[in-house]
């Protein structure tokens, strides 16, 4: 018991501000790799595997004790996939393309292309406070990010609408819209009405090791992973989104990630503003919005 907490002291490396970067032994580095291993339930096919893993383990090690001696608004930490290598990350977890459905936006019949929202929307919201999202699920390795992130927006509306998160019986939709596209203001204004799904750019290592803050890493807009964007908010004049994933809760901040919000970039920080859509349900819905009808009301008129 006294190991496995003086494991999980070690093991907790993040840093807001900036601090000196640590020295360790290498019988601490073992004892910290023993302790991971531990904590998130690794295991490997042979020792050679294990001393492979190691290795890699403590590169990326380096790599966030060097990130957190500076001073950023995000911390990195070692997440469960503090033994993969960036390539290895990408290859198992990252897709090149969103689906073409997407990208066409779907048949006339059962989705609509909103060009505007008008209202005004609340500074800050939240949809854990509400009730409609569910617990974190694990995609694993088999590139069913958008399946999830869809699947999280669903289960929200249903919720919203009937009051019930997960009753199979009604976790169904009249349809999607798409909200303009590159604009994140419009953005903020449909996730005040309900969780959209989107698409982002999770290349690159600090995404990889994120545990916590305000991402605010340059990243590209080659969009490759799809959340849920279940609120937005600002701290210490930051503005950000707060995006679901599906990689468990042992990864960002128990798997979420604050997404730094209303960049000078035309698809917003890494592509967010790009892809996004959200499902209708033909019932009268609460709008957190004030003087505007929401999707199901309008398309029911």
């Known amino acids: 018991m006294l190991f496995l907490f003086l494991i999980s002291i070690l093991l907790f490396v993040p840093s807001l501000s900036s601090s000196p970067i640590p020295t360790r032994s290498e019988h601490e580095l073992s004892l910290l790799y023993e302790g991971w291993l531990i904590k998130h339930n690794k295991s490997y096919k042979d020792s050679l595997e294990k001393e492979k893993r190691y290795t890699i383990f403590k590169d990326n090690l380096k790599y966030i004790d060097e990130h957190n001696a500076g001073n950023h608004t995000y911390s990195l930490g ?22 073409k459905e997407w990208k066409q936006g779907g048949n006339e019949s059962d989705s609509y292309n909103l060009d505007e929202i008008s209202g005004v929307a609340p500074d800050s919201i939240d949809w854990r406070d509400m009730g409609a999202i569910g617990p974190v699920r694990n995609q694993g390795g088999c590139f069913s990010c958008w399946a999830f992130a869809v699947l999280t927006t669903v289960e929200a509306i249903n919720q919203i609408v009937t009051g019930d998160l997960q009753n199979t ?3 169904s939709i009249d349809g999607y819209m798409s909200v303009r596209r590159s604009n994140e203001y419009q953005l903020m204004m449909a996730v005040a009405n309900q ?25 590209g807009t080659k969009v490759d992973h799809a959340v849920a964007i279940i609120g937005y908010g600002t701290k210490g004049g930051q503005d950000y989104w707060i995006i679901r994933n599906s990689w468990s809760d042992a990864w960002g901040e128990s ?16 592509g967010i503003a790009q892809w996004p859509y959200y499902p209708i349900k033909y019932k ?8 505007v009808k929401t999707p199901a009301t309008t398309y029911l008129s």
């Open 284 to 291: 009268n819905m609460t709008s957190k919005l004030r003087g």
């Open 255 to 270: 798997g979420y990630m604050r997404l730094e919000r209303n960049i000078n970039s035309q698809g917003g920080k890494c």
């Open 169 to 171: 019986k009604v976790v």
């Open 195 to 219: 969780p959209v799904a989107a698409a982002v750019e999770g290349y690159g290592q600090n995404f990889q090791l994120y545990t916590g803050g305000i991402f605010t890493q340059y990243c």
């Open 78 to 99: 070692l997440n469960v996939f503090a033994d993969l290598t960036v390539e290895e990350y990408r290859a198992t977890y990252l897709r090149t393309m969103p689906p």
